[in-house]
């Protein structure tokens, strides 16, 4: 055998819809395969594309062509996971049928993806495209918006300022007026672009599954700490917004309404105090599980005090010069405070760090 004609399922519609395991190899049997998948979701584009890799096989069988058909399919999570496990199955095959070439039909964007991994292992003669024409625009612009949504220079320069838009103005909506639905739309839809801006999927997974799984396991205490945080982080709103409010009440003009928001009494301070719970719940779960203590923490708790002082009097020192036009001069003593305290943090890390090595120095004689 030396033509294989493959159908790619790169998210396993196939095995989710009907049980059906893969690969489906052999014409009756996608045969098989289609008629259940096409019964359980008539609307379900695998269909087409197994159907279309049947049909390809019929016209090269008569052209005496030695050649096969089969099905393969990914998984649910597509991703790394999916395209190992078609990866793997694909050897499988290969090694079953001695198949060197390949034709491949898929039903999407998506999974053009996976060309350069059968084009390592085959050759690839052809490749078809099969998407309902109905739907084929649809599919291509939501797979392109979807894929243009994870590169950084995208999400740093549209994405984050949008989502940061639409959380402030869900927050604005929910504490200003009675229209609470409109808020709260606002603010999920802020909410998730940020997560999705900051790469936060996998630890709000693997939160939501150590707080919620029934386990004889301790849950940790880093799963804990991020609704702390999170929770601080929407009092931390709520603060700068009342504090944006009450500038405007006074004049101060969009860059007085800026400053108060993020001033210590805005949401400055609770930022600071979400970070802190978080590395500090991190330190001591490390702790727990391995028995060894960063002793970095303590640089890194200093580190967010003074700068956070740096920060807060740098807000208001421009606040006074540019928004008051009253400068006053107790201001810069946030600036020389968080100095002192960063360099008290050096002394305090190493003065700790030294005391650390000579117990381990002792430990070992």
């Avoid at 496990?85 to 694909?90: D, G, H």
């Amino acid at each position: 055998m030396s033509l294989l004609v493959i159908a790619i399922d790169r998210d396993n519609d196939l095995g989710r819809k009907t049980g059906i395991r893969s690969p489906v190899l052999g014409r009756e049997a996608n045969i098989r395969a289609s008629l259940e998948l096409g019964l359980s979701d008539p609307e379900e584009s695998d269909t087409n594309t197994m159907l279309a890799a049947i049909k390809t096989y019929d016209q090269l069988l008569e052209k005496g062509k030695k050649v096969e058909v089969v099905t393969i399919c990914g998984d649910v999570r597509v991703g790394t996971k999916s395209d190992m496990k078609i990866a793997n199955t694909l050897d499988q095959v290969i090694s079953k049928t001695g198949a060197k070439r390949a034709i491949l039909v898929s039903d999407g964007a998506e999974d053009r993806e996976l060309e350069p991994i059968i084009r390592s292992r085959l050759r690839i003669d052809s490749t078809r495209m099969v998407v309902v024409q109905q739907s084929r625009p649809i599919e291509d612009t939501l797979y392109t918006i979807v894929h243009k949504m994870e590169d950084p220079k995208i999400q740093r320069q549209f994405i984050l300022p949008m989502a940061l838009i639409a959380l402030a103005w869900g927050l604005a909506s929910l504490l200003g007026s009675s229209e609470i639905a409109s808020g709260a739309i606002w603010v999920i839809l802020g909410g998730y672009l940020l997560v999705k801006v900051a790469g936060w999927e996998e630890a709000i997974k693997k939160f939501y599954t150590d707080l919620l799984t029934v386990t004889s396991e301790r849950v940790p205490l880093y799963s804990y700490a991020w609704l702390i945080a999170a929770l601080m982080m929407i009092v931390g709103l709520t603060r700068g917004l009342d504090q944006m409010q009450e500038a405007a009440n006074v004049g101060g003009g969009i860059l007085g309404m800026v400053l108060a928001f993020l001033s210590l009494d805005g949401v400055l301070l609770l930022f600071l105090f979400a970070l802190v719970i978080i590395e500090v719940a991190r330190t001591i779960d490390t702790y727990l599980r391995d028995g060894v203590f960063n002793i970095n923490i303590v640089r890194f708790i200093f580190t967010v005090a003074s700068m956070g002082l740096i920060f807060a009097g740098i807000v208001e020192i421009v606040d006074d010069i540019f928004v008051k036009d009253n400068f006053n001069s107790e201001n810069v003593t946030y600036i020389l405070s968080g100095l002192i305290l960063q360099f008290i943090g050096l002394l305090v890390h190493d003065s700790i760090r030294g005391r650390v090595d000579d117990v381990s120095v002792a430990s070992e004689e």
